[in-house]
């Protein structure tokens, strides 16, 4: 099974940067569509971002278009979510998800994720 796992949350202050990474292991990350999703303190997670296998298509909620920017380097079997411009309301526990789209490359939404990872908690504060 697919694992994954996220890196790089931290504190920082509003109008800063972070870069988040979601390293998997356990099958090629090629085959996989992989969306961000956020939950936000007393909120539902939602989706955030999401990216194609073959990065031909990338997604943004107007939350953050703009902002964040969705990466993949399969070679490294990582995918990452740069966040820029970053606000307090950004503040919350970041994952990535992974799902295989049978017969597409360019597919990417926030449905029926099939891989989840652990989180990593960003928080925007001065």
């Known amino acids: 099974q697919l694992q994954l796992v996220e890196s790089g949350g931290g504190l920082v202050q509003p109008g800063g940067s972070l870069r988040l990474s979601c390293k998997a292991s356990?099958?090629?990350?090629?085959?996989?569509?992989v969306a961000w999703f956020r939950q936000a303190p007393g909120k539902e997670r939602e989706g955030i971002s999401c990216?194609?296998?073959?990065?031909?298509?990338?997604k943004y909620e107007d939350s953050v278009k703009g902002r964040f920017t969705i990466s993949r380097d399969n070679a490294k079997n990582a995918a990452y979510l740069q966040l820029n411009s970053l606000k307090p309301d950004d503040t919350g526990v970041y994952y990535c998800?992974?799902?295989?789209?049978?017969?597409?490359?360019?597919?990417?939404?926030?449905?029926?994720?099939?891989?989840w990872g652990q989180g990593t908690l960003v928080t925007v504060s001065s």
């Open positions: 998800a992974a799902r295989h789209y049978l017969g597409s490359w360019s597919v990417c939404n926030y449905n029926d994720m099939e891989s």
């Open positions: 356990g099958y090629a990350l090629d085959y996989y569509g």
């Open positions: 990216i194609s296998s073959d990065s031909g298509t990338t």
